[in-house]
């Protein structure tokens, strides 16, 4: 099935530094929204974006809806071993209201 | 936690069988989803129902049909199970069909064999 082009695949990096990753489509889309999602549970929702360009925070992470509405982006800022898990960014657009969905991005957080 | 539950939380099926999964929806939402996650990718759109009516498919066969019942919970049934069924079912809710924000359950964990 089709599926968002979400990069790096994983990430290895030390408490306090900052993460980025993004996703990238070739469909426009109407809304995009992060989650994590931890072994053995469903995605939680971090963040939902609604229009092109917004910039919305949740804390220590941030997220952007690309102009072109074909890209989004998420930091997250003094990372900790907590935010440990698998990201997924997923996007919606036309009349399907199906989410499509990126292949993850796996963190790891060396304390 | 996000209020959506799905049962049974694990369960092992033998190629052919039928299987029947189950979601409660979150308060107030009218809206229900279903993904196939297999290990190591993420979600597939299976179908989405909106006040018992199908709005959205995805690309799964026809052995993959669902219901939506009057206080919006939801089933996923699966007939003639094969191998490659063997996934995480997740169910997702949301307050209208246009789909604002989808809340996951912990999913269901289905095992083929």
């Known amino acids: 099935g089709q599926q968002l082009n979400q990069s790096p695949q994983s990430m290895f990096i030390q408490e306090g530094e900052d993460v980025s990753m993004n996703c990238t489509s070739s469909s426009i889309f109407n809304t995009w929204l992060w989650y994590k999602q931890e072994p053995g549970e469903g995605p939680v929702l971090l963040i939902a974006?609604?229009?092109?360009?917004e910039l919305t925070s949740n804390g220590r992470l941030t997220a952007q809806f690309g102009i072109t509405r074909k890209d989004s982006f998420l930091n997250i800022s003094a990372s900790i071993p907590s935010d440990v898990g698998i990201y997924f960014c997923a996007g919606r657009g036309g009349s399907n209201y199906k989410l499509t969905f990126g292949k993850g991005t796996l963190l790891t957080v060396n304390p | 936690e996000t209020g959506v539950t799905q049962s049974p939380t694990h369960l092992i099926k033998t190629r052919g069988q039928q299987v029947t999964l189950r979601c409660s929806s979150q308060?107030?939402?009218?809206?229900v989803s279903w993904y196939q996650q297999a290990l190591g990718q993420g979600p597939q759109f299976i179908f989405q129902?909106?006040?018992?009516?199908?709005?959205g498919r995805g690309n799964f066969p026809p052995r993959f049909s669902g219901l939506q019942f009057p206080n919006y919970s939801s089933e996923l049934n699966v007939n003639a199970l094969e191998l490659d069924d063997s996934a995480l079912y997740l169910c997702?809710?949301?307050?209208?069909?246009?789909?604002?924000?989808?809340?996951f359950g912990q999913g269901t964990r289905l095992t083929v064999v």
């Open positions: 997702a809710s949301s307050q209208d069909m246009s789909g604002t924000e989808a809340f």
């Open positions: 129902y909106y006040r018992e009516e199908k709005n």
């Open positions: 308060s107030g939402h009218n809206t």
């Open positions: 974006l609604y229009k092109a360009g």
